[in-house]
């Protein structure tokens, strides 16, 4: 049986956090699914069509990564997909915190799910998604935070 596991977010845009973290979760499983969570009531600065694209680009090199988009609950796409294994990654306490709440729901929501915490390297650890669209909407230097071939111009 394959181990596969499920990398949840909203990748708007997709960070070299977010690519350390699966290139390194890469060793662990068989597959990683990129799933791009579409929430309605959530907006985005970046189109979901856009995101994958730049998701592909990112990982174009790894052929353990497949890319999805998906609504509802992640435990639920996790079920659909055959993934007993979810990825988040960590780049503090805070973050910790919030993931542990969320996993222990998800356990409590099927039993058979595991969720996965990888650090990120600690050069990293103040990348965000969210300050990166920060500085993508006030023109500062962004590029050094996104994957090569990721141009949100």
Not at 121 to 150: N, Q
Request: aromatic share 10%; with cysteine; charged share 25%.
């Amino acid at each position: 049986m394959s181990k596969i596991a499920v990398f949840p977010g909203t990748f708007d845009p997709v960070t070299i956090g977010h690519v350390d973290i699966v290139n390194r979760a890469s060793e662990l499983f068989d597959e990683i699914i990129i799933a791009i969570g579409v929430n309605t009531k959530k907006t985005t600065l970046f189109d979901l069509q856009v995101r994958k694209q730049w998701i592909q680009t990112a990982f174009a090199n790894n052929p353990k990564v497949r890319i999805e988009s998906y609504e509802g609950l992640t435990v639920d796409f996790c079920k659909k997909m055959g993934a007993k294994f979810l990825l988040r990654g960590l780049r503090n306490g805070t973050d910790f915190d919030y993931e542990s709440h969320i996993a222990q729901l998800n356990k409590a929501l099927w039993n058979d799910i595991e969720t996965v915490f990888i650090m990120c390297d600690p050069a990293m650890s103040y990348v965000s998604s969210t300050l990166i669209r920060d500085l993508i909407i006030h023109k500062a230097d962004y590029a050094r935070y996104l994957p090569e071939g990721v141009t949100p111009v």
